[in-house]
């Protein structure tokens, strides 16, 4: 009959449960799912910024200004590296472009950012780093993509001459394999080599196996010209999550190479952010990758920096790093039918993203912080006991007071028209009292 409970099974279920260690318990419900440890990769300096050797994850971004337009690039730049794009690359792809990094580099010195910068180049690069030595010198690196260096028999030579480039001004370089411009001389091989075989493999899978051998005998080559492994970042830029975790996954197993994720031409909004987390987090989870970006196609004059604020929020709900404070709040349902608690919750996220930049130097460890912003009585006193400070608002027919709770503790109740700012007043006081005490003791 349906809905009717096997009282002998589940007794026998019980029974094993009980007889398992806890030991057991814990092996079988924790470890297994935990992150994978981090796969071990060389280091690179990047401006001082470190990529890859367990440090943590490095998050960038990508102007799409024209580098020639050195104001609108400078302030991009600065946009990019304040909401927490730890490097920023730019485009070079005329001499215009080049003659204007190093007085966009000077620029951002003199602006107190001290930002790395890395230059994006495709098809004469080699002529405009040779021909621009102050652009040479002035970037942090230099990403290069073996599929359009050069063509023919000049491909070789062109990716010959921007390596040893790097190798005299001391720089590292991202070799970036991008399936939207393949090696399509390594490509047609390795198909021809699979038809001969009997068709092994599917063209997808032959697709990723050229992807990877790419970036792969483009880092050998580097290394033989003498561009030593600790300068040199690969990337397997793919535009489906399946063909993401493919390829990573491979690289993975085959270099110790420092890693950098991204899933090109995500997508705008919703769908390219699902995408990028879905692809990203699974072969974070399983220890791969150095340094990421989340590629959006922005709004028109949309903001660019919400391509990092996500990225910056997929290693910090994956637990890999921790950017700015947590804002947990409920979803709302037929008991919260006012607005008040989701205007709150995003007056608080948006104060405290804003004022990040300034608290990071102010109030060291406020990343750390957790708030909590709950709309009624059935889970709001008790989530907010978990928070470091949260307040439980009253849902559609309660009591009109909202009591806060501070370090899981009942603190006081609010109540009348500004419980909102009143509560913001609270978090404000918190925040100088509990992180403000660390600048104080480090003084």
Not at 69 to 96: C, H, N, P, W, Y
């Amino acid at each position: 009959m349906l809905g009717m409970v096997d009282k002998p099974n589940a007794v026998r279920h019980l029974k094993a449960l009980a007889s398992l260690s806890q030991n057991e318990l814990c092996m079988s419900s924790a470890s297994e799912f935990d992150p994978k440890p981090r796969r071990a990769s060389v280091a690179v300096d990047v401006g001082g910024v470190i990529v890859g050797g367990g440090a943590p994850v490095v998050v960038q971004s990508m102007t799409n200004t024209d580098t020639a337009d050195i104001d609108g690039t400078v302030a991009q730049v600065a946009a990019l590296f304040k909401a927490g794009s730890e490097m920023v690359r730019i485009t070079v792809d005329r001499d215009e472009s080049a003659a204007a990094v190093p007085r966009i580099r000077d620029r951002l010195v003199r602006l107190g950012l001290d930002v790395p910068l890395i230059g994006d180049f495709h098809y004469i690069g080699h002529k405009l780093l040779a021909d621009h030595p102050d652009c040479a010198e002035a970037l942090a690196k230099y990403r290069i993509n073996p599929g359009n260096v050069g063509f023919k028999d000049k491909k070789d030579k062109q990716f010959a001459e921007i390596v040893e480039m790097a190798i005299r001004y001391s720089k590292p370089v991202r070799i970036g394999v991008n399936w939207g411009s393949l090696d399509q001389d390594l490509l047609t091989a390795l198909m021809d080599k699979n038809q001969a075989e009997g068709f092994p493999l599917s063209a997808r899978q032959v697709t990723r196996e050229a992807i990877v051998q790419s970036a792969l005998i483009s880092a050998q080559l580097a290394e033989e010209i003498g561009l030593p492994r600790n300068r040199i970042i690969l990337s397997a830029k793919v535009s489906q999550v399946q063909d993401l975790i493919a390829v990573y996954s491979m690289l993975s197993e085959r270099s110790n190479h420092a890693l950098h994720l991204g899933l090109t031409e995500a997508g705008m909004g919703s769908k390219g952010i699902v995408a990028s987390s879905a692809a990203m987090g699974y072969v974070l989870q399983h220890g791969i990758g150095d340094t990421i970006r989340v590629s959006l196609t922005p709004e028109p004059n949309g903001d660019r920096t919400r391509e990092v604020q996500v990225a910056q929020e997929l290693l910090q709900v994956m637990g890999f790093r921790q950017f700015v404070p947590v804002v947990a709040a409920c979803p709302g349902c037929g008991r919260t039918t006012s607005t008040v608690f989701q205007e709150l919750a995003q007056n608080i996220q948006n104060d405290l993203r804003k004022n990040m930049p300034v608290w990071r130097e102010k109030y060291p460890g406020v990343e750390a912080l957790n708030v909590a912003v709950m709309g009624c009585i059935v889970n709001g006193p008790g989530e907010s006991k978990h928070a470091d400070i949260g307040i439980s608002l009253p849902g559609t027919g309660e009591s009109p007071a909202a009591p806060v709770f501070i370090d899981g503790q009942k603190a006081m109740t609010l109540r009348g028209p500004n419980i909102a700012s009143d509560f913001e007043a609270l978090v404000a006081d918190y925040i100088e009292k509990r992180f403000g005490q660390k600048t104080l003791a480090a003084e």
